[in-house]
């Protein structure tokens, strides 16, 4: 072994002969200042943690249902005198005693941190070997390094390459990525200063606090070392980047491309890779104590980087990290306050859809592990597990990130109703109770929502798509009645997943909403008794409505319009539904068919209230309807209680219908579903390569065509007959004519749609948790999600039927072999609708029911409970015939 290969190992002892004339010297002075250094460390670890017990014991840690008996908050702890419990403090030290969270206490922050990260429970350093030393030409093992840049990383690197040994570059990883103060100092926009520029950055002395003299005493230090750790430092509490700029709102300090790039390099290396895991076990606690208590973030908005910085390392989901390292990690994440999340999710909202998805999965991974590696049940509930939490508050960062990073408008909002919502003329059950109601009328918002002022509904196209957010394991796991409780409650300790709903699939908020829906008619049920027992009121605690087959809607109309001036709380019960002289009891099925009458006498064409297309088989609202504002109101209304009573309706409106129920208007680029041929003809127009103003000949003035054929004109400008569309303009043009075709031409018709709707809903968190394709969903069902396999599975059978009949295999068999349009015609005779309910076809409830021997009589139904009554057809052909004939001419009479 030559002189340089004793040099590079660490462990090797100082040879004398190999150095230089008073190398050995230099060798013992180093090695002294390394024991003294070392001596430093453990007494200032001793003190950090004998001061820790103390204030466990004398001031607690906050927890008021803490199980620490060394712990003043433990309800069984018994309280000490200052001079007994530094005595305790001593004793709990020697044995390790277990240590809460730390209490807030008056010393800095970023003394506290510093000491944390740098020194363990047992007094050494945490990511230094103990007594081996570095050679003197790698500079002492870069102990003067407290935090990095790039080109100091690949300074280090190049040298530990040459020598062949990572330790030294290991052991500055270590000692910066565990440390928030340093790791919040690196990789920092870079500009050299002069002294006189960083003393001007210095906060004055008369605004420091004893945090701000402990970091200007480093800083000191650090001046003589070349001033680079003064400008991070004095950056850092100025919330200036490392350039000496001002900071915009959405900007940060820290070079993300110069973070890429070292990761890039780095994570090649398995010992390198080890050091960031390691680093970040060391980190977590100590950042998710400087946020919990010593509220860090307001007083250096720099602190951000850190967040910034772990979160670019793409090996995060990777298996070593899912144990320890990223759920610490999460929990320290998910104490950002809401500015700070805020802020995160507009950064990340610049990132490339890549990044987004990375950053999804790795916390989607996170989730997925902890579900399937635990035992979630009724006891155990998933809701209690505080990884899979803060995975799911991180990962709400990175969800609304993926919205603003979309393509997004905040723009064209419809306004609200000018005519504020009918009040209900009766007490709300708290007021009955004497007590003053908690949450006020209105659907509840996000605050990260309202903090970004921005709404998924605002996202047409988001980088990702919304499903990837689904998490189907915890959807399998989750107690959705417990959920919903605590969503209700809105406690701190309690963590709801529908403050999440963008982790939730359909089925799973459609339960939740059943349940909120259900409480709500309970609530108004009791509320009715209370009445009917303090004030003698007449007993009604159902929504009753009876109604003659004949006069089906102005019936309706006429009780619903009453009911919504007198006490629209009244729509909130449940639907009690009676036909006129017949016999039947309301136990779903009736009402069921009273949606299907009223939709199909609606919807009618010529009635004249909506327009039919047929290349799009949608209604749109029609401009010229004869109609009053209250047959508009009732089908709003009709709309809102198939929610409200989990009714399916055969309703085909575009998408745009939806939108704008959930706030948004309607813009060039809804034409394309409802109205194609238009929408077609605007886009040639932007295409249009020659002069619009001499080829086209066109004006700023439109023509519509009414009920009875007549042409009606309307300006889209003032005088928009003399003001030509030219190549110039033309944007401008194809932009209002939307308007007018989406929004102003159906005003007063959407408007009172919109109002019956809200009447039913107001109080709902539909809008907090649906966005407007899945309240299509829940209205209509899905087109999509025909799986008849599932229907056979959880088909049932009456009246001598069975699984295993011949017929009943038969029917199946049949039943599969037709083309999807006989089976959705299949679907319209057997439920009254040709979609399938939220969750498939699955959660449809059919029942095939034996309706005497072979005949030739065909299958017929009962819509209103999904009954097939079948005679039992001696062969398989007659079987297929009859069902064929009865699905295709169902309609337009009655059939024996």
Known sequence: MNSEEKEDCECAPPQAESNPTGGYDRLQEESTFENAEASRMKRAAAKHLIERYYHQLTEGCGNESCSNDCCASCPSSHRLDNNAAAVK??????????????????????????????????????????????????????????????????????????????????????????????????????????????????????????????????????????????????????????????????????????????????????????????????????????????????????????FVIVMENGNLHSPEYLEIALP????????????????????????????????????????????????????????????????????????????????????????????????????????????????????????????????????????????EFINEPLNDVLEMDKDYTFFKVETENKFSFMTCPFILNPVTKN?????????????????????????????????????????IIDDALVRLEMIAMENPADLKKQLYVEFEGEQGVDEGGVSKEFFQLVVEEIFNPDIGMFAYDESTRLFWFNPSSFENEGQFTLIGIVLGLAIYNNCILDVHFPMVVYRKLMGKKGTFRDLADSH???????????????????????????????????????????????????NSNRKDFVA???????????????????RGFHMVTNESPLKYLFRPEEIELLICGSRQNLDFQALEETTEYDGGYSRDCRIIRDFWETLHSFSEEQKRLFLQFTTGTDRAPVGGLGKLKMIIAKNGPDTDRLPTSHTCFNVLLLPEYTTTEKLRDRLLKAITYAKGFGML
């Not at 200063?193 to 420091?208: G, R, W």
């Not at 909403?513 to 008794?529: A, K, P, Q």
């Not at 209002?736 to 919109?754: D, G, I, P, T």
């Open 89 to 306: 403090a001593l004793e709990l030290y020697k044995v390790n005693a277990k240590l809460c969270d730390p209490h807030p206490s008056k010393k800095g922050t970023s003394s506290a941190y510093l000491e944390n990260s740098s020194i363990n429970r047992g007094g050494h350093h945490n990511l230094a070997c103990g007594n081996r030393k570095m050679n003197h030409s790698v500079r002492e093992d870069f102990k003067d390094v407290n935090f990095l840049t790039e080109e100091k990383v690949y300074e280090i690197l190049d040298i530990c390459s040459e020598k062949e040994d990572y330790s030294p570059l290991i052991r500055v990883i270590g000692r910066v990525f565990s440390s928030a103060d340093g790791l919040v100092q690196s990789f920092r926009h870079s500009k050299q200063h002069t002294k006189e520029e960083l003393k001007s950055l210095q906060p004055k002395d008369e605004d420091k606090d004893e945090d701000e003299k402990e970091a200007a005493a480093c800083s000191d230090s650090a001046m003589e070392e070349g001033g680079t750790d003064l400008e991070a430092s004095s950056s850092s509490r100025s919330g200036e980047g490392g350039d000496g700029q001002k900071l915009g709102p959405d900007e940060v300090s820290v070079d993300i491309e110069a973070v890429r790039r070292v990761y890039g390099r780095l994570l090649s290396n398995d010992k390198v890779e080890a050091a960031f895991l390691n680093a970040l076990v060391y980190l977590s606690p100590n950042v998710e104590c400087d946020l919990t208590y010593h509220n860090v973030y307001s007083r250096d908005p720099n602190y951000l980087n850190l």
């Open 328 to 467: 610490q990690f999460c929990k320290a994440m998910s104490k950002l306050p809401l500015p700070a999340q805020a802020k995160l999710a507009r950064l990340w909202a610049r990132y490339p859809a890549d990044h987004i998805r990375r950053m999804m999965e790795t916390f989607q991974q996170l989730i997925t592990y902890k579900v399937i590696s635990n035992e979630f049940n009724s006891r155990n509930l998933v809701n209690d597990d505080d990884a899979v939490v803060a995975s799911a508050k991180c990962l709400k960062i990175v969800y609304f990130a993926n919205v603003l990073g979309g393509d997004i408008d905040t723009e064209h909002n419809e306004e609200d109703d000018e005519e504020p919502m009918p009040e209900s003329s009766e007490l709300t059950l708290q007021e009955l109770l004497g007590e003053e109601r908690r949450n006020k009328k209105g659907p509840r918002v996000d605050p990260l929502e309202t903090e970004l002022g921005a709404r998924a509904t605002d996202c047409r196209r988001p980088l990702v798509p919304f499903d």
């Open 511 to 551: 339960l939740g909403l059943y349940y909120d829906n259900r409480i709500r008619m309970y609530s108004e049920r009791r509320i009715t008794v209370l009445y009917s027992l303090v004030q003698g009121q007449q007993l009604n605690p159902y929504l009753r409505l009876k109604v003659r087959r004949d006069h």
């Open 676 to 726: 194609p041929v238009l929408s077609q003809s605007l886009k040639e127009l932007m295409e249009y390569d020659g002069s619009v103003e001499e080829d086209m000949m066109i004006t700023f003035q439109i023509s519509q065509t009414d009920l009875f054929g007549n042409n009606l004109m309307y300006d889209l400008r003032e005088n928009g007959d003399k003001i030509p569309v030219t």
């Open 736 to 754: 209002q004519y939307a308007e007018y075709m989406l929004n102003k031409s159906v005003e007063k018709q959407f408007k009172a749609f919109r």
